[in-house]
T-cell receptor, first 112, second 116 residues
Framework: DAKTTQPPSMDCAEGRAANLPCNHS???????VYWYRQIHSQGPQYIIH???NNETNEMASLIITEDRKSSTLILPHATLRDTAVYYC?????????????FGKGTRLSVIA | GAVVSQHPSRVICKSGTSVKIECRSL??????MFWYRQFPKKSLMLMAT?????????EQGVEKDKFLINHASLTLSTLTVTSAHPEDSSFYIC????????????FGPGTRLTVL
């Protein structure tokens, strides 16, 4: 079972920041937080991951609370092409055969 | 880098036939690949873990004799849906993890199977 809880849907105006929350209160010390997104009828796309420090890349920023029980993915300037289902997943980083377990995710709709 | 391909992208078949789906890691070696299934408006459900040179590990409720998995090389895993029925119609997605690397997994574009 997924160890994360996300709101089922969110709307965001084009050009504004999209802040997607995720609760993972039972996260273990060796588990990372991964974010993926899935655009309709495509395979999931990796966005970012982190352990306890905030992370930023060309796609997004990841803010993890100090107690690591929740995190927020930030898309700084959302575009229509960012409309997708966003999945927050916790998993050990060097884990051999451990698969990623997907929850229900958040359906983000970016509105013009 | 880290590109995963699937073939075919879409297949329509008659009930009772078998369908093979290929998953390839194009620019890296993948000792482990994973197969997922996704029904409309649902999340991805893990079907099995495919390990190069050994038998796949299936999730509870997934019939190993119906969904045959072969991982014959470090860049190719195949999923064969045997004696397909309409209820097997789904979106099948594979992912691969870089051998010896961290757990970022890279996903294929998916295969849409429709069984008539």
């Amino acid at each position: 079972d997924a160890k994360t809880t996300q709101p089922p849907s969110m709307d965001c105006a084009e050009g504004r920041a999209a802040n997607l929350p995720c609760n993972h209160s039972t996260i273990s010390g060796n588990e990372y937080v991964y974010w993926y997104r899935q655009i309709h009828s495509q395979g999931p796309q990796y966005i970012i991951h982190g352990l306890k420090n905030n992370e930023t890349n060309e796609m997004a920023s990841l803010i993890i609370t100090e107690d690591r029980k929740s995190s927020t993915l930030i898309l700084p300037h959302a575009t229509l092409r960012d409309t997708a289902v966003y999945y927050c997943i916790v998993s050990p980083r060097n884990s051999g055969n451990t698969p990623l377990v997907f929850g229900k995710g958040t359906r983000l709709s970016v509105i013009a | 880098g880290a590109v995963v391909s699937q073939h075919p992208s879409r297949v329509i078949c008659k009930s009772g036939t078998s369908v093979k789906i290929e998953c390839r890691s194009l620019d890296f070696q993948a000792t482990t690949m994973f197969w997922y299934r996704q029904f409309p408006k649902k999340s991805l459900m893990l079907m099995a873990t495919s390990n190069e040179g050994s038998k796949a590990t299936y999730e509870q409720g997934v019939e190993k004799d119906k969904f045959l998995i072969n991982h014959a090389s470090l860049t190719l895993s195949t999923l064969t849906v045997t004696s397909a029925h309409p209820e097997d119609s789904s979106f099948y997605i594979c992912s691969a993890r870089v051998t010896g690397g961290p757990n970022e997994q890279f996903f294929g574009p998916g295969t849409r199977l429709t069984v008539l």
